[in-house]
């Protein structure tokens, strides 16, 4: 014998906790998006300043821009999964490469 009758079944949501829930999904939603729009746009910038460096420099350079770019490309990538706090922790490597280019210049 159970000692409650009501043990059997689930509590039911209140509309607090359904609003809640409502902002949770929706902050995780904007937390995606603006981790997959941030990494597109270093990764273009890191692309962007590859190209502008090709002649004149020391080949390390576009080396370093072009690697950077392509962290952030995947640091969009998981943004894009759910995967918010390694994406910010790419796109902060992958600005550091490409400012090391930068110190090469």
């Not at 690697?67 to 910010?88: D, F, I, N, P």
């Amino acid at each position: 014998m159970t000692a409650h009758a009501e043990s059997d079944t689930e509590p039911e949501m209140t509309e607090v906790e359904a609003a809640d829930d409502e902002d949770l999904y929706e902050d995780a939603r904007r937390a995606r998006w603006t981790a997959t729009v941030t990494g597109v746009l270093l990764a273009l910038m890191g692309l962007t300043a590859a190209l502008m460096r090709l002649s004149g420099v020391p080949g390390l350079v576009p080396v370093a821009y072009g690697s950077g770019a392509a962290v952030c490309v995947g640091a969009s990538a998981l943004g894009a999964r759910g995967r918010t706090r390694w994406a910010l922790w790419l796109m902060i490597l992958g600005t550091m490469v490409m400012a090391l280019g930068d110190q090469f210049d």
